[in-house]
């Protein structure tokens, strides 16, 4: 429920660590780590009707970089040579 009224509140699920609601950043970081246990077949506490759950409402399992790509790097670096 609570996943569901930020979502409403902000128009997307990715949870900032240091998000004011502690309890609902920590879990959003435990949901990631079980996913992960659960692609690499470990033993974990998450089901695939909670992947199912989760991912209905675009829960991203895993964030992107924020570091520039090697190809933005390479593009950076040449316009700063010419």
């Known amino acids: 429920a609570e996943l569901k009224d930020f979502k409403r509140m902000y128009g997307h699920v990715l949870v900032p660590t240091a998000f ?27 089901t695939l009707e909670k992947i199912d759950r989760l991912q209905s409402i675009g829960f991203e399992w895993a964030l992107r970089s ?13 316009k700063i040579s010419v």
Do not use: H
């Not at 950043?25 to 998450?46: A, D, H, M, N, P």
């Not at 924020?66 to 040449?78: G, I, L, V």
């Open 20 to 46: 004011t609601n502690k309890k609902l950043s920590t879990w959003v970081k435990q949901q990631r780590k079980q996913y992960k246990k659960f692609c690499l077949g470990e033993c974990t506490t998450i």
């Open 66 to 78: 924020r570091k520039p790509s090697t190809t933005a790097n390479k593009k950076q670096q040449q």
